[in-house]
């Protein structure tokens, strides 16, 4: 039903910046609230944040929060993820996703995934 296709992912000094993207396909991409979460090494996939369906709300995880800016063009289907600072830390595949319902921080809440891109953010 809802085709989601990331970029911008690739490798960053500490302190750089990056914007992911995420590109749906569907009639009904207004329908669905949007997270961005992410997933390294070894590591359980986490959140890291989440926009309303008209984009009025946001959320983020703590780990971010100041750093990232989540925001979507509802005209484009597009969501955005600005990562600025990143740390090595950061270093995870991102993936987009969309959900129905309301539960922004579960990923099984999300209906549908991205593929994933990769950043890395170099010492």
């Known amino acids: 039903q809802v085709q989601l296709v990331e970029s911008g992912g690739g490798l960053v000094q500490a302190g750089g910046s990056l914007r992911l993207s995420c590109a749906a396909s569907?009639?009904?991409?207004?329908?669905?609230?949007m997270g961005w979460f992410r997933q390294a090494p070894g590591k359980e996939r986490e959140f890291v944040a989440a926009i309303s369906r008209s984009g009025g709300s946001t959320y983020y995880a703590s780990s971010v929060k100041g750093r990232f800016t989540i925001s979507r063009d509802n005209v484009k289907n597009m969501v955005y993820l600005q990562m600025n600072s990143l740390k090595p830390e950061d270093t995870a595949v991102y993936y987009c996703?969309?959900?129905?319902?309301?539960?922004?921080?579960?990923?099984?809440?999300?209906?549908?995934w991205g593929q994933g891109t990769q950043v890395t953010v170099s010492s």
């Open positions: 569907g009639r009904t991409f207004s329908s669905y609230a």
């Open positions: 996703a969309a959900e129905r319902g309301n539960s922004y921080y579960t990923p099984s809440s999300y209906d549908y």
